[in-house]
Nanobody, 121 residues
C-alpha cells in the first residue's frame, strides 16, 4: 500500500504565502511524476503543477510566477510554495504521484486526502 499525506494548508490573507508538503510512504520502488491539483467548490479538479523525477516542472498558467513546485526524492516528498495568493486560489489541494510498486514494477496513480487552502480578501 502507498499513502500520500499532505500538510500545510490553512487560512491566509490575500498576498500571503503558504507551503504545502506531501510525503509518500509504503512499499515504493520508485516515484515518477508528482503533482499538485486543486478543486474549488462547484468546479472540476484542475492541474496546478507537476514535477518529474528529474526535476522538470510544469505549471498551470494561472499560477505561473507565483507558485513553485519542488521535491526531495530521498524523502519521497513534494512541496508547493505558494506566494502572492489570491482569493481565487481558494480550494482543496491534492497531491498526486505515479508510483512503481511490486515485482513487475507496475505504475499506479495515488492521491492524497486533500488539504484546504483558504485565501481571504
Amino acid at each position: 500500500q502507498v499513502q500520500l499525506v499532505e500538510s500545510g494548508g490553512g487560512l491566509v490573507q490575500a498576498g500571503g504565502s503558504l507551503r504545502l508538503s506531501c510525503a509518500a510512504s509504503g512499499t515504493i520502488l520508485s516515484i515518477n511524476d508528482m503533482g499538485w491539483y486543486r478543486q474549488a467548490p462547484g468546479k472540476q479538479r484542475e492541474l496546478v503543477a507537476t514535477i518529474t523525477s528529474g526535476g522538470t516542472t510544469n505549471y498551470a498558467d494561472l499560477v505561473k510566477g507565483r507558485f513553485t513546485i519542488s521535491r526531495d526524492n530521498a524523502k519521497n516528498t513534494v512541496y508547493l510554495q505558494m506566494n502572492s495568493l489570491k482569493p481565487e486560489d481558494t480550494a482543496v489541494y491534492y497531491c498526486e504521484a505515479l508510483v512503481s510498486i511490486g515485482d513487475l514494477r507496475l505504475t499506479y496513480q495515488y492521491w492524497g486526502q486533500g488539504t484546504q487552502v483558504t485565501v481571504s480578501s
